[in-house]
């Protein structure tokens, strides 16, 4: 079975930009997160959405949305761009019957704001 | 609030060497999910172990097992036999019981691992 997959795997903006993000979850995987990587914050948990209703939301600016499809794949967009917001941003599913609560992770999207 | 303390930042050991690496955590609940985590070079999180509250029986793969204890809300990571593709950094994570469907993972700061030659 194909892992998550996360689209592009590295971005250059500058301020003021936006950016959208993609994840393909893994096949059956209903739910969905985001977390920010960064260095000073270490991992924060974004958002998690389920049958294309956002269930949790992190302590995230209005600027960072998200949202899901029909098929489950998710796509997160980040509008005005700061620099701190330069970051891998990481997707995860979960879902499968046996282990309905545990996140398996993408290889990440690099933000990187100038 | 819960919070996931790593204590260790780093640690280095010599390969085939037994390593412990530790995490404690905060909370008022009563069933909920650990997970131990590790993010290489590469920056592929791959989850390493789980381990459910509300059962005694601590968790194991293969190499890999930990010591949970409840009461001392502690959930340490016993990696045996160190290889050295074990090198990255190991995440502790605290999920909620699912039952109030908040789904989100709340971190540690992360042990950078590292096994030398």
């Known amino acids: 079975k194909a892992g998550v997959t996360q689209t592009p795997r590295y971005l250059i903006k500058t301020r003021g930009q936006q950016v959208t993000l993609s994840c393909s979850p893994i096949?059956?995987?209903?739910?969905v997160s985001w977390y920010q990587q960064t260095p000073g914050q270490g991992l924060q948990f974004l958002f998690e959405?389920?049958?294309?209703?956002?269930?949790n939301k992190g302590n995230f600016p209005g600027r960072f949305s998200g949202r899901q499809f029909s098929n489950s794949r998710s796509e997160m967009n980040v509008s005005t761009l700061e620099l701190g917001d330069s970051a891998l941003y990481l997707c995860?599913?979960?879902?499968?019957?046996?282990?309905?609560?545990?996140?398996?992770f993408g290889p990440g999207t690099r933000l990187l704001v100038l | 609030a819960q919070t996931v303390t790593q204590s260790q930042p780093e640690m280095s050991v010599q390969e085939a060497e037994t390593v412990t690496l530790s995490c404690t955590y905060d909370t008022s609940e009563n069933n909920y999910y650990l997970f131990w985590y590790k993010q290489p070079p590469s920056r592929q999180m791959i989850l390493v172990i789980r381990?459910?509250?509300?059962k005694q029986q601590n968790a194991t793969e293969n190499r890999f097992s930990v010591n949970f204890q409840k009461a001392a809300k502690s959930f340490s990571l016993k990696i045996s036999d160190s290889q050295l593709g074990d090198t990255a950094m190991y995440f502790c994570a605290f999920m909620h019981d699912m039952t109030d469907s908040n789904y989100q993972l709340i971190w540690g700061a992360g042990t950078k691992l590292i096994i030398k030659p």
């Open positions: 381990q459910e509250a509300y």
């Open positions: 096949s059956g995987h209903r739910s």
């Open positions: 959405y389920f049958s294309e209703t956002q269930r």
């Open positions: 995860a599913s979960s879902g499968s019957r046996e282990l309905k609560e545990t996140q398996y």
